[in-house]
């Protein structure tokens, strides 16, 4: 005999059974002791958390007779009468289930409107539940706005959906939506636990693990890989084997991967993605997974107990967070999850991933990263823009035209001290202070953040042990908003380890801000460009030949 999936055999049959859904069990039993409900229902959420679920479990309550025939609607159905046996079997006549998908037309909800006006066959209530509902098109839900609205009594509405984005306000106004969660990890493992246990199969923790955190939030999913996974083991679950099943990597090489950066070793860097291509991993979850445990050790250095001592891999990132700085940790993870896209536009993904292990080997704050955890980084190399934090010096009286010179010439390079940015003096500076544009370029902010770095000058930098108190300048105020202001505020503390405070001041700047530099650049580019084009031997015969012209504007530089 066939046995029956994990999926379907564990499928909850009561509310008390539906795992990581308390908000809506919550307000259906309430509504159905209370004897107070609506008669439209939406529930939203990703693949396998229990939408279905729910509405065969809501129209088992509303259509249970009790074992003796006599009860009324409850939120506990007994599952022994007619009614809820045959909901569960899928064959009772009042329950009907379409799915919007390939039922999506106005003949289709016509054809199930029209039926509506019947008074169920055998059940208290006739139910209808669209799956899917948002793959029906305007005119379907046009066709059902009204008996949506005011149905017959006797009639009750449950439509699903993965996307409630697309479906009509006016459809939404007319339903009790609830947003079904995605099942976090460890309920997951839990729910694993029991079901193994129940189905006598041996296993290994750490394997759950793996298989909750490849089903995504979805139980169903969850359910389904373990049942690949007993097959595929032919015995115990063991994390072994549901990696190989899965395609997934050991935490051992991601912790390798980043002992290789912090030892700057490059050598082992490419040896580990070459033996990980040898077992042909995916480098796509191997970059996601490194996300994830760079995410932890970030955690770790802000809020040490944030490692929960039952993770198998919380030593190593108490280690490596020990081992890494701030900075570093930041920075990792942002590598990660920007290389993840250019994978598929690498030769192949073992060499575009060996390239994010070098880019973030090549971009290690201090000339390639160093092993010690000490908040104050070493010089950058001559071919980078990444400036290391400001050290407060002695104040100095400088005449005020010396310090207006000294501003617009260019920064000396720095001395072999603790101080690695290039001292740039200026009137009412208390300390030495960094090269604004490289700190811009290179802090990790986006949108509108990054287009306020770019748009400002730096006025005056006062470093002190409490803090650092920058005032720049920026001709574009509008962009200098709360939030943009607190965000780059953040980037700038992150970076030099104390809290950087932020005073904007409006007005042109006497230099050049990182726009006007990039704009000059882009127009220098542009116009060799054009004299390239214009001095072509074929563009000139073209013109000359058949009076042709080179639009203006036209040409771009590569």
């Known amino acids: 005999m066939t046995a029956l999936a994990l999926a379907r055999s564990w499928r909850p049959k009561t509310f008390s059974e539906l795992v990581g859904q308390d908000h809506v069990v919550k307000a259906l039993t309430h509504a159905l002791d209370q004897g107070r409900l609506h008669h439209a229902w939406l529930f939203t959420g990703t693949r396998g958390v229990g939408k279905t679920t729910i509405a065969r479990i809501m129209a088992k309550a509303l259509n249970c007779t009790g074992s003796d025939g006599s009860g009324k609607m409850t939120s506990e159905p007994c599952g022994k009468c007619p009614a809820c046996m045959e909901i569960d079997a ?24 029209e039926k509506a006006a019947y008074a169920p066959s055998n059940g208290r209530y006739k139910v209808y539940m ?21 149905p017959p009594e006797h009639v009750k509405f449950i439509l699903a959906t993965t996307d409630p984005q697309k479906i009509p306000v006016t459809i939404l106004s007319r339903c009790l939506q609830f947003n079904l969660k995605q099942m976090p990890v460890p309920l997951i493992v839990e729910h694993l636990e029991k079901v193994l246990a129940s189905e006598k199969v041996e296993y290994e923790v750490n394997a759950l693990r793996v298989l909750a955190k490849a089903a995504q939030g979805s139980m169903r999913d969850a359910l389904s890989l373990t049942d690949q996974a007993i097959a595929y083991a032919a015995g115990k679950v063991t994390e ?19 002992d290789c950066l912090i030892a700057k070793d490059g050598a082992s860097l490419l040896a580990v993605a070459n033996e990980m291509g040898e077992r042909s991993m995916s480098f796509s979850l191997a970059l996601q997974d490194l996300s994830s445990l760079l995410q932890k050790i970030a955690a770790a250095q802000v809020v040490p107990e944030s490692v929960l001592d039952d993770w198998p891999e919380a030593g190593e990132i108490r280690r490596l967070a020990g081992q890494l700085t701030k900075e570093e940790a930041q920075l990792f993870y942002q590598i990660t999850i920007t290389s993840r896209p250019d994978l598929s536009l690498a030769p192949d993904e073992q060499t575009g991933f060996a390239m994010t292990l070098l880019r973030m080997l090549a971009f ?23 400036p290391a934090p400001a050290v ?22 720095p001395a072999p001290s603790t101080a690695t940015s290039a001292p740039v003096a200026a009137a009412g500076n208390s300390a030495e202070r960094p090269d604004w544009h490289a700190l811009m370029r290179q802090l990790p902010v986006k949108g509108l953040v990054q287009q306020l770095a770019f748009q400002t000058e730096l006025q005056d930098w006062n470093d002190s042990a409490a803090g650092v108190r920058a005032t720049i300048v920026t001709p574009m105020p509008q962009l200098a908003s709360e939030a943009s202001v607190g965000r780059l505020c953040d980037a700038l503390t992150a970076h030099f380890g104390k809290p950087v405070k932020i005073v904007i001041e409006k007005g042109e700047v006497e230099g050049k801000t990182v726009a006007k530099v990039d704009a000059q650049i882009h127009q220098e580019k542009r116009m060799n460009a054009e004299q390239m084009i214009a001095a072509d031997p074929f563009i000139q015969q073209l013109e000359k030949e058949f009076g042709a012209k080179v639009v203006g504007g036209s040409v771009k530089p590569l």
């Open 90 to 113: 899928g064959r009772f006549v009042d329950y009907i289930e379409m799915d919007a998908a390939s039922n999506r037309g106005v003949d289709d909800i016509a054809a199930l409107l």
């Open 130 to 150: 669209i799956d899917e509902v948002h793959m029906l098109t305007n005119h379907a839900f046009n066709a059902m706005l009204k008996t949506l609205e005011e």
């Open 240 to 258: 072994e084997s549901v990696r190989g099943m899965l395609g997934t990597l050991d935490d051992a090489y991601l912790i390798r991967i980043l």
């Open 364 to 386: 290690r704050p201090g000339n390639g990263g160093s092993g010690s955890s000490s908040p104050a980084p070493s010089a950058p190399p001559a071919n980078t823009a990444r």
């Open 392 to 413: 407060p010096a002695a104040r100095t009286a400088a005449p005020a035209p010396a310090a207006k010179a000294a501003s617009t010439a260019p920064a000396p390079a």
